[in-house]
């Protein structure tokens, strides 16, 4: 049954403000690429550095904590400066993939601390936004149309970058990158809207400031990004290692993933908000539990390897948008303060799984990985009971 839905509808339905939304989701693709493709091509890099997989997987993990920086912009978005926080976070971006031309193993390390703090205060910034501008019976459509950016990275940005690695190296993928977010952040600047002050918000603590009933739902979805990282951040060096894919076949895989989570998305834009958010993240869950198990099963089997990742990734990308629009309503007085909390127990369950997750690859194989996520899965699954009871868009 689909939840109650008394917030009031913030701004109409526009051409202006569906334009807003395509720009915003554009330029969000475009910093998503810039990370996706590093777990996509992660051999490519393994190569490059003359490292292993267990080692970048612990930079990007200790990156990751770079997220907890969106606890500093929630206050900042309460008061309206999306764009702000839009623009800089693109442009941080943009120096993350100058930074990594450097070509070694520090270099890389301080670029994706400055990638992974300019995606999640994007990311934030973006839903925080949404939020403000779209009543809560439609959210699941617009959140849902602005994480097909997570798709699109993919499905059309890993043949690009798979062309130019195999042509030109893996510099060029990184040059690429900080040529379109530098594009991206003029485009939003020109675009986007200039503040609109929401006035002061009262000076609490961040944490404390938050209601009890909105921690259920952040945990939640905290909880599904970290079951999917899980399985994410070795991916490529699992077809690598178990089935002998090349860069370019690790790029038509990649592109059939970034299809797959496009139709996911695509659907939270269009049955999630009939259905409920909370069934949404539900039925999500169940299918990413799915995917886990027949990856598990899959012995030797390429096709039945790549069956259960694709489920994996339909059930994952279903849950995890869906319980965005559950993230952006825990706390509607104060939402860009809890988007971005939410954001930072995110980050702090992604960095600890990505580190667990790559370390278990190691010594386990993907059996490892996928324990990891199992039980990422079921702290998700508790939380979202814990929060069948709130009441939601009031």
């Not at 989701?25 to 890099?45: C, E, Q």
């Not at 070795?234 to 089935?243: I, K, N």
Request: glycine share 12%; proline share 3%; net charge positive.
């Amino acid at each position: 049954m689909q939840e109650p839905d008394n917030s009031p509808t913030l701004h109409s339905d526009s051409r202006n403000d569906r334009r807003e939304l395509a720009a915003l989701t554009a330029s969000k693709s475009i910093s998503n690429l810039a990370l996706r493709w590093v777990t996509a091509f992660l051999p490519t890099l393994e190569r490059a550095f003359s490292t292993t997989t267990g080692t970048l997987t612990g930079i990007l993990g200790l990156a990751e904590l770079g997220g907890l920086s969106t606890t500093l912009v929630g206050r900042t978005l309460d008061r309206g400066r999306h764009r702000l926080i839009f623009v800089g976070s693109l442009l941080l971006v943009t120096a993350s993939s100058v930074i990594a031309l450097g070509g070694s193993i520090a270099t890389f390390s301080i670029a994706m601390v400055f990638l992974l703090v300019g995606v999640s205060n994007l990311t934030v910034a973006g839903i925080a936004y949404i939020g403000e501008r779209v009543s809560y019976s439609s959210r699941g459509r617009a959140i849902g149309t602005f994480e097909t950016s997570w798709a699109l990275s993919l499905l059309l940005g890993a043949p690009i970058l798979a062309f130019l690695i195999d042509r030109y190296g893996w510099r060029a993928a990184y040059v690429a990158l900080a040529l379109l977010n530098g594009l991206a952040a003029v485009a939003i600047f020109r675009s986007m809207p200039a503040p609109q002050l929401a006035g002061t918000t009262a000076k609490t603590s961040l944490f404390g400031g938050l209601p009890r009933s909105a921690w259920p739902p952040l945990i939640a979805s905290a909880a599904v990004a970290g079951a999917g990282m899980s399985i994410f951040v070795v991916m490529g060096a699992w077809l690598s290692d178990d089935y002998g894919l090349s860069v370019a076949g690790l790029g038509a895989i990649a592109t059939g993933i970034g299809a797959a989570e496009l139709a996911s998305s695509s659907a939270v834009a269009v049955v999630a908000d009939r259905i409920g958010i909370r069934r949404s993240v539900g039925i999500g869950g169940l299918l990413l539990g799915l995917g886990l198990v027949v990856i598990a099963l899959s012995n030797d089997s390429m096709i039945i390897a790549l069956i259960g990742l694709i489920v994996l990734v339909i059930g994952f990308e279903y849950g995890f948008v869906s319980s965005l629009s559950l993230m952006s309503e825990a706390a509607p007085q104060a939402r860009g303060t809890a988007i971005a909390v939410g954001n930072a127990i995110a980050t702090i369950t992604r960095a600890s799984l990505i580190v667990i997750s790559g370390q278990c690859y190691e010594r386990f194989g993907i059996l490892g990985s996928a324990t990891v996520s199992a039980a990422a899965l079921c702290a998700a699954a508790a939380a979202l009971s814990a929060d069948r009871r709130r009441p939601v868009g009031q």
